[in-house]
Structures are given as C-alpha cells and as structure tokens.
C-alpha cells in the first residue's frame, strides 16, 4: 500500500471509529436535555426549540462546557464565559465591530437579549423600530412622523430607523458641523427619494431631489461641501 493510500484509510476508519468526536466538535456531544434539566427556570425548552437556534445544541453557544467539563460545571467550579456570536455569524459581526455600538460596548447580546427565544425578523420594519426605541427612548417622536406612521400601518417602502441609519453599521454622527454628519442630513435621503418609480407608487412629491440638486444647497451638496448648505434633514425632520 503506498503511503498516500495508507494515510487515507487511516483517516477514513479515524473518522469512522469516534462520532463523539466529530459531534463533539459541532457542540453536539452534549444533548440540550441534559442543559435544561436545570437550566429550564431561565431557557423554555419549548420556545427555545422554535427558536432561530433551535437546531443548535447549547454548547454551540457556551463553548466551554463539554463533556470533559461539564461535572465540573455542574459542581459549581466552571462558570461559561460571554458566547461568541462571530463564529457563525461573521458579516454582522465585521459591520458591528466599528459601530457607534460596538465603541459604548454595546454587545450583539444586549441588542440581542431574547437569544433562547429569537424567532426570524422576515424583514419586519416594526421590529427594529421597536427594538431602537427600547433604548434611544427620546426617538418615539419619531413613530408619530410621517415615515414612522406609515411604517406602522404596514407600508414597507417608508423608512424605518435602520434604512437611514443601517443595522448593525451603525455610524457615530458626532459633531454636528463635521462632515460626516453635514453629508448625512442628506446622502440618507437620496436612496428612496431619488426612485422615482417608488415615490409615484407612494403619492409623494416625486421631483423633489431633482428640485434639491438644481438648487443653490444642491449644487454644494454635489461639489462635496454639504457643511455649506442645508441638507434635507436640515429641512424636513
Ligand atoms: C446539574 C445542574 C446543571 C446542569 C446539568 C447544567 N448546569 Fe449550567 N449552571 C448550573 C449552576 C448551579 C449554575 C450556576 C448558577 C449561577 O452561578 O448563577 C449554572 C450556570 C450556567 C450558566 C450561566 C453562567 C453565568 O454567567 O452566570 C450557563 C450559560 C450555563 N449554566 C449553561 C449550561 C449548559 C449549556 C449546560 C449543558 C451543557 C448546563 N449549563 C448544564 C447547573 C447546571
Ligand atoms: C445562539 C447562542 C446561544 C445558544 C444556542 C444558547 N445560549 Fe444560553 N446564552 C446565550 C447568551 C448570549 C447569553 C447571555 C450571556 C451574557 O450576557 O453574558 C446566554 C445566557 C445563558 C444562561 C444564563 C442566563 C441568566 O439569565 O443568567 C443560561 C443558564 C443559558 N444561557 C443556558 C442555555 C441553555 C440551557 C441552552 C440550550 C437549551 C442555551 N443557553 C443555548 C447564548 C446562547
Ligand atoms: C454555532 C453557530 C451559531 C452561533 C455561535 C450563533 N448563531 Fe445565530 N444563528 C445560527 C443559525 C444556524 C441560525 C439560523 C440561520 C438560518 O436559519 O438561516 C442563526 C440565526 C440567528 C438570528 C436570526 C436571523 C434572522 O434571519 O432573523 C439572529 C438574530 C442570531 N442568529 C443572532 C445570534 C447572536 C446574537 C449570537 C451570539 C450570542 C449567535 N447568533 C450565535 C447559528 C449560530
Ligand atoms: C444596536 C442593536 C444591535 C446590535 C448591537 C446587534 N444587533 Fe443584530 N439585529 C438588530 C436588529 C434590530 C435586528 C433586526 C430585528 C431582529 O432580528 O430583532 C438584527 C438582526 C440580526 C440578524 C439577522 C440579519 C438579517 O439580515 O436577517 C443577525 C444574524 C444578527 N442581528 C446578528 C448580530 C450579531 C452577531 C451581533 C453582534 C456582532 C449583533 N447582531 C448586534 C440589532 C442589533
Ligand atoms: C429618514 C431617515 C431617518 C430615520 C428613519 C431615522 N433617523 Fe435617526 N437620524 C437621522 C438624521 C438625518 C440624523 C441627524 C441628526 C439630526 O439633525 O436630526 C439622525 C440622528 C439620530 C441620532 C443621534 C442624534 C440624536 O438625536 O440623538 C440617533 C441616536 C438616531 N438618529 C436614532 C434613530 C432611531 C432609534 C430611529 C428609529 C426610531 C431613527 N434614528 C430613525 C435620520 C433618520
Ligand atoms: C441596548 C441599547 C441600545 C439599542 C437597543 C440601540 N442603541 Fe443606539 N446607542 C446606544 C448607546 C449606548 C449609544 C452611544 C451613546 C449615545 O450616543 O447615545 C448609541 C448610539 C447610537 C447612535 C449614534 C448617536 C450619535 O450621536 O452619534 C445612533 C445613530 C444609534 N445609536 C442608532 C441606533 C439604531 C438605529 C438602533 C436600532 C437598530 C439602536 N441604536 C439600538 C444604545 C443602544
Ligand atoms: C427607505 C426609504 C426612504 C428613506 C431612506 C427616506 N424616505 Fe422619506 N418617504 C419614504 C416614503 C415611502 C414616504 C411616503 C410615506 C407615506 O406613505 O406617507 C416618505 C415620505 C416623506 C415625506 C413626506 C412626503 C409627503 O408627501 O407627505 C418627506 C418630507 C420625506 N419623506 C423626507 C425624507 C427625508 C428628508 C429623508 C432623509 C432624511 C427621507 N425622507 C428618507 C421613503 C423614504
Ligand atoms: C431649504 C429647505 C429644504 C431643503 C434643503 C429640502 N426641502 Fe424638501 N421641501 C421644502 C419645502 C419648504 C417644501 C414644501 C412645503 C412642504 O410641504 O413641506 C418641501 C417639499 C418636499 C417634499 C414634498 C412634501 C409634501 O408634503 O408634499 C418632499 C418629499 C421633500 N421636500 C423631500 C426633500 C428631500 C429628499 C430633500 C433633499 C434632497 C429636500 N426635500 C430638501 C424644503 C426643503
């Protein structure tokens, strides 16, 4: 047998001989049974199977319990650390990592704060709407402008806190004369306003960005000084 040949087979009864061990490493070596016989006051076992993690094992999450250590945990002298979202979830955690979050130590988990019973968002507006406003309580002023009451009738085209802001992306805006910001009061806007098509199908003034950029303000905004004009956030709140 050559020693290609030898090495693969070697390999194959490896893989073969010790499913503990390939389960072992999707954190599958320990049943989420055994978890909630004590875990079930704060983890419901029939909400947590509904959920988006449903098919996880819990040590998917909490790591460093295995089946080497889990006596040692259920002794009281292993505690898990924090779980780390960024091993499944890499795009969201890049977006996050220089957030204005991420920067006030704002954690996936704090947003995140119903993770045993997290059902998909379908790309519901409300949701983020109410999940913001959990914390930057001083924007419900928000939910009673026109972008916000269309929103919450169900009108998916308007703009709910993260099509201006993005979602986990989300930039500090800081000063308020820094460019950043200036170019903000404006840039958000353009991505639905400039659509013609989506502002017909919503009986909004459709010319209005065209009207903006032929003005006096526009004309900055385009020549990349917004810090000198009013943008349309400045305008319109
Ligand atoms: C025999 C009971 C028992 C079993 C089984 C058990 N735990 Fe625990 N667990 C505990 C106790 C006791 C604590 C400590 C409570 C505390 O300190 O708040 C704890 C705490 C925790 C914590 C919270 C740590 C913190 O930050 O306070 C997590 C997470 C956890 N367990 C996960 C698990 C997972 C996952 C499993 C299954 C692999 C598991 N536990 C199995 C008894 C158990
Ligand atoms: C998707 C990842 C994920 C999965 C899967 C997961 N957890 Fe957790 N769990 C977390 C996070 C995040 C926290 C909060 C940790 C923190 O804030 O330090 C947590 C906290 C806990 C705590 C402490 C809660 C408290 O209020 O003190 C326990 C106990 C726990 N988990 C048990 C479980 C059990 C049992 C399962 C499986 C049925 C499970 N977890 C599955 C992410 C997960
Ligand atoms: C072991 C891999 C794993 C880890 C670790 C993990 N997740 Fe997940 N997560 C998944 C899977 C799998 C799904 C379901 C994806 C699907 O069905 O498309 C999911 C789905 C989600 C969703 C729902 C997505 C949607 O479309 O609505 C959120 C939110 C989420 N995870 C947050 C977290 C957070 C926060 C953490 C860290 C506390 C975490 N996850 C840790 C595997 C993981
Ligand atoms: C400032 C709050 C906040 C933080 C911090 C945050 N998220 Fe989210 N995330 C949301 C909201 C709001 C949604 C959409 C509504 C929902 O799922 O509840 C969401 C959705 C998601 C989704 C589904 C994305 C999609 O396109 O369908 C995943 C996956 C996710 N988050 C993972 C994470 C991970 C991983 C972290 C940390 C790196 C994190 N989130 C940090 C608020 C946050
Ligand atoms: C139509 C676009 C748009 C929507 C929708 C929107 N914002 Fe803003 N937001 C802005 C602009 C533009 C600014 C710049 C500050 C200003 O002059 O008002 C801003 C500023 C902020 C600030 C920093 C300044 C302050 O007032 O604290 C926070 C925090 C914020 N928004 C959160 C939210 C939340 C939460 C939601 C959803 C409830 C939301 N925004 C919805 C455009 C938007
Ligand atoms: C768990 C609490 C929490 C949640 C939920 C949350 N934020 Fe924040 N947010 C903060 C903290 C803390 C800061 C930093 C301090 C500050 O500027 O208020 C911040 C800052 C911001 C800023 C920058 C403000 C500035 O002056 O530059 C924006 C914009 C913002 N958040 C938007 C959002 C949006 C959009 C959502 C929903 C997707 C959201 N936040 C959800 C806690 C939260
Ligand atoms: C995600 C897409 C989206 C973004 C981003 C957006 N808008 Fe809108 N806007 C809409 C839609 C859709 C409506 C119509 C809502 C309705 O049905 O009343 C609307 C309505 C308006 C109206 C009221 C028009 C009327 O006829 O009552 C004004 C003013 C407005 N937007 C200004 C802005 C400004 C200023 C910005 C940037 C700060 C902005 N919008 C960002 C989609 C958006
Ligand atoms: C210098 C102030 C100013 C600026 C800058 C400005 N607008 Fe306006 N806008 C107005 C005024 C005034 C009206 C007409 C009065 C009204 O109905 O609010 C108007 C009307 C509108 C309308 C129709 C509103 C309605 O109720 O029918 C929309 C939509 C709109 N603007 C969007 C924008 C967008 C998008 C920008 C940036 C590209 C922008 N505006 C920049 C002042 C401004």
Same mark, same amino acid.
């Given at each position: 047998? +050559?020693? %290609?040949?030898?090495?693969?087979?070697?390999?194959?009864?490896?893989?073969?001989?010790?499913?503990?061990?390939?389960?072992?490493?999707?954190?599958?070596?320990?049943?989420? *049974?055994?978890?909630?016989?004590?875990?079930?006051?704060?983890?419901?076992?029939?909400?947590?199977?509904?959920?988006?993690?449903? /098919?996880?094992?819990?040590?998917?999450?909490?790591?460093?319990?295995?089946?080497?250590?889990?006596?040692?945990?259920?002794?009281?002298?292993?505690?898990?650390? *924090?779980? $780390?979202?960024? %091993?499944?979830?890499?795009?969201?955690?890049?977006?996050?990592?220089?957030?204005?979050?991420?920067? +006030?130590?704002?954690?996936?988990?704090?947003?995140?704060?119903?993770?045993?019973?997290?059902?998909?968002? $379908?790309?519901?507006?409300? =949701?983020?709407?109410? $999940?913001?406003?959990?914390?930057?309580?001083?924007?419900?002023?928000?939910?009673?402008?026109?972008?916000?009451?269309?929103?919450?009738?169900? +009108? /998916?085209?308007?703009?709910?806190?993260?099509?201006?802001?993005?979602? !986990?992306?989300?930039? /500090?805006?800081?000063?308020?004369?820094?460019?950043?910001?200036?170019?903000?009061?404006? =840039?958000?806007?353009?991505?639905? !306003?400039?659509? /013609?098509?989506?502002? *017909? %199908?919503?009986?909004?003034?459709?010319?209005?960005?065209?009207?903006?950029?032929?003005?006096?303000?526009?004309?900055?905004?385009?020549?990349?000084?917004?810090? $000198?004009?009013?943008?349309?956030?400045?305008?319109?709140?």
């Amino acid at each position: 047998m +050559n020693c %290609r040949l030898f090495a693969f087979v070697l390999l194959t009864m490896t893989l073969l001989m010790s499913p503990s061990l390939v389960l072992a490493e999707n954190g599958m070596a320990i049943a989420p *049974e055994v978890c909630l016989e004590c875990h079930d006051d704060v983890v419901s076992p029939v909400t947590y199977g509904a959920s988006v993690h449903g /098919q996880n094992a819990c040590t998917s999450c909490h790591i460093d319990i295995t089946s080497t250590t889990l006596d040692a945990h259920m002794e009281g002298d292993l505690t898990p650390e *924090e779980p $780390k979202c960024v %091993r499944c979830h890499k795009k969201e955690t890049s977006e996050h990592y220089s957030s204005v979050h991420m920067l +006030n130590d704002v954690t996936c988990a704090a947003c995140h704060e119903d993770i045993h019973a997290h059902t998909y968002w $379908k790309n519901d507006k409300t =949701k983020v709407i109410a $999940k913001c406003t959990g914390c930057h309580d001083d924007h419900e002023d928000y939910i009673d402008s026109s972008h916000g009451k269309a929103v919450m009738a169900g +009108n /998916q085209d308007s703009a709910a806190c993260h099509d201006c802001h993005s979602l !986990h992306k989300i930039e /500090q805006l800081g000063d308020p004369n820094s460019h950043i910001n200036r170019e903000f009061h404006t =840039k958000v806007c353009l991505t639905c !306003h400039a659509d /013609q098509e989506m502002m *017909e %199908r919503n009986g909004v003034f459709s010319v209005a960005v065209g009207t903006y950029m032929d003005s006096y303000h526009g004309k900055n905004f385009r020549l990349g000084s917004p810090d $000198k004009v009013a943008g349309c956030a400045d305008c319109h709140t």
